[in-house]
C-alpha cells in the first residue's frame, strides 16, 4: 500500500534552532498533510498541500511540497518551547468512493530552553 | 461544540476479556475512524465508515471489529484482548479533507 517515510524519527535542538521534517514516497502523492501532536495530547491538522512545488507558511512554520509532489517537508524557524511534539506528515487516498488517511511514523522534537 | 468524544479514557484488561471502545463526533462528518497509536510506530489505520452502514479495513484490522451505528457514532471492539493490543487509540472524523481527533483511549492489556 502507500507508504510515507518520515525522517529523521527524532530530533533534539538548542531553543532558537531551526528543525526540518521530511517527507517521502515512492510514488506521485496527490496531497499530503502535517499534524501535529503535543506530548499526551492528539494530532491536530496543520495545513495541508495539493500542488506540485507549493510553499505555504504558517509564521514560523514552511511547509513545502515538492515539484515532483514525490516529497514534502516542514520547517520551524528558530524553534521555541512550544514547537514540542511530534510532527507527522500523512497522505489522504481515495478508494470507491471513500477516503482515508495514512500516517508516516511521525518526527519527535524536543527543545532544550 | 464537543467535537469528537471517546470513552473510556483508560482501561486495563486482562488477556482474553471484551470491551467496546465508544466514539462519538457531533460535527455532522460522514467519514469516521480508528486509530492505534504505539511508539515507534506512528498512527495505523484500524477501520474506518465512509458513512453510516458501511466499514472498511485499514492497515491493522486484526483482533478488531467495529460497528457505525448511527452518523456520530462509530464503536471499537476487542473481542478476545491481547497484549500486543496494549496501545493509544484515536477516533476521529474527516470534513473537508482535515481529520478532527478524540482525546485518546489508553488501553492496557495484561
Redesign the interface.
Known sequence: ?QQVM?IP?YQHVQEGEDFTTYCNSSTTLS?I?W?KQRPG?????LI?LVKSGEVKKQKRLTFQFGEAKKNSSLHITATQTTDVGTY?C?V?LTQG??????????TKLTVNP | NAGVTQTPKFQVLKTGQSMTLQCAQDMNHNSMYWYRQDPGMGLRLIYYSASEGTTDKGEVPNGYNVSRLNKREFSLRLESAAPSQTSVYFCASLNWGELFFGEGSRLTVL
Not at chain 1, 41 to 45: D, N, S, T
Not at chain 1, 97 to 106: H, Q
Request: without cysteine.
Open positions: 500500500g518520515q524519527q496531497n498533510q499534524y495530547g492528539h494530532p491536530v491538522f495541508q507527522f500523512a489522504r468512493g471513500s477516503e482515508k488517511l495514512v500516517f508516516g511514523k511521525g
